[in-house]
C-alpha cells in the first residue's frame, strides 16, 4: 500500500508521526506521506516539523515516509501562492482538500488546485468535466479515498476520471490508528467504485508514478 494522504497531531490526527509510520509499516505499508492540515496560518511551522521528523527517523524504517501538506480550506486565490511555499518548506506531496460534498468547501477549489500544480486534489466530490480534463493536461491525480464521508462521491471521480482518461490514485486520509489500511482492502474500496479489476493495478502504479515526479522535482 502507498498512501499519499495522512494525518499526524501536527493537525488533526490522532498520533505522532514515528507511531502513525510504524501502524503504517506494521501493515505492510510500502510508502506513507504525512499531509497534515495547513493554510497561511499554520504553513510555516507545521511542514518543517513533519520534515524533522522523518528525518530524524528515516533510516530506521522499512517504510518510505514522505513529507507533506494538505491545504484545507483556503481561498482559492491562495492556493498557487500555497503550494509554492509548502514545496519550498520542504513538503515533497501537496494535496488540497477538494470540493467533497459534506464539507463547505469554497466553490472554485478544485480548479484552484489543478491550476496550481499540486500533486494531488483530494476528494474532489462532483467534479466537473472540464476540471477533469484539465487535471488530465496538468497530470493531477484524482483522489479515491477510504475516508468516510468524502467517499460518497467515489463513484462520480471514478466513473468520469475514467472516462475522460484523468489519473487516479488511492488514499486513506488517514487521521486514527483504524483509518489505515491494507492494500486488499484498498482493492475492494476501488471495485466499491465501479472500477474494474483490470484497471486497479494501474492506479495503484499512479501512486508510485506521484512519488517519482515528486523526487525529480526536488
Known amino acids: ?3 499519499l494522504h495522512t494525518h499526524s497531531f501536527f493537525s488533526d490526527g490522532e498520533l505522532i508521526p514515528s507511531e502513525l509510520i510504524r501502524r503504517a509499516e506494521a501493515i ?6 504525512i499531509t497534515d492540515h495547513i ?3 499554520n504553513i510555516d511551522s507545521v511542514i518543517p516539523k513533519i520534515v524533522q521528523a522523518i528525518n530524524k527517523i528515516k533510516d530506521y524504517i522499512s517504510v518510505y515516509a514522505i513529507p507533506g501538506a494538505e491545504i484545507t480550506h483556503a481561498p482559492p486565490q491562495t492556493i498557487p501562492e ?4 509548502a514545496r519550498r518548506l520542504g513538503a515533497r506531496i501537496v494535496v488540497v482538500h477538494g470540493e467533497t460534498i459534506v464539507e463547505p468547501v469554497a466553490q472554485g477549489t478544485n480548479r484552484a488546485a489543478i491550476e496550481a ?8 466530490g462532483l467534479i466537473t468535466s472540464e476540471d477533469l480534463l484539465f487535471a488530465k493536461e496538468k497530470g493531477i491525480a484524482l483522489e479515491i479515498t477510504s ?9 462520480h471521480v471514478a466513473k468520469e476520471a475514467l472516462r475522460l482518461g484523468a489519473m487516479l490514485c488511492i488514499n486513506t486520509d488517514s487521521h486514527s490508528p483504524s483509518d489505515l489500511i491494507t492494500k486488499a482492502f484498498a482493492t475492494r474500496v476501488l471495485s466499491g467504485a465501479g472500477i474494474e479489476d ?4 494501474s492506479i495503484f502504479q499512479n501512486s508510485k508514478l506521484l512519488i517519482e515526479k515528486a523526487l525529480r522535482r526536488n
Open 198 to 201: 483490470a484497471l486497479i493495478d
Open 1 to 3: 500500500m502507498i498512501d
Open 82 to 85: 500555497l503550494v509554492k511555499e
Open 147 to 155: 475516508r468516510k464521508g468524502h467517499s460518497l462521491t467515489n463513484g
Open 117 to 124: 500544480g499540486a500533486d494531488i486534489l483530494a476528494h474532489p
Open 28 to 33: 505492510g505499508y510500502q510508502a506513507i506521506a
Open 39 to 41: 493554510d497561511a496560518s
